[in-house]
């Protein structure tokens, strides 16, 4: 069973930058490919940003790529989320997930297996 907190979510302004955090619990973090997604009300949870256990492969989704970065350190037990040039429209709830495979393919949130309690983006215009 794999325990993920989030932290690092907060208010800025449009332009600004903010970095997520997401903690896991189990030594064997280095085995589960990370994704990152997003969700506001009324919305399915999108993806955002993904890495493969080692960190050597990343995915993002179209609308952050250039923005966001993704990375993690697997001595920390952590992945990042480094979200720079915000947008209002980058406002959600942000959720760190682990899959199965390490391979961090999955585009969906049914591609993933853990999820931490999410943290809220807020940006302002």
């Known amino acids: 069973q794999v325990q993920l907190v989030e932290s690092g979510g907060g208010l800025v302004q449009a332009g600004g930058s903010l970095r997520l955090s997401c903690a896991a619990s189990?030594?064997?973090?280095?085995?589960?490919?990370m994704g990152w997604f997003r969700q506001v009300p009324g919305k399915e949870r999108e993806f955002v940003a993904a890495i493969s256990w080692s960190g050597g492969i990343t995915f993002y989704a179209d609308s952050v790529k250039g923005r966001f970065t993704i990375s993690r350190d697997n001595a920390k037990n952590t992945v990042y989320l480094q979200m720079n040039s915000l947008k209002p429209e980058d406002t959600a709830v942000y959720y760190c997930?682990?899959?199965?495979?390490?391979?961090?393919?999955?585009?969906?949130?049914?591609?993933?297996?853990?999820w931490g309690q999410g943290t809220q983006v807020t940006v302002s215009s």
């Open positions: 189990e030594r064997t973090f280095s085995g589960h490919g």
């Open positions: 997930a682990a899959d199965l495979t390490g391979l961090a393919f999955g585009r969906t949130r049914y591609d993933y297996h853990y």
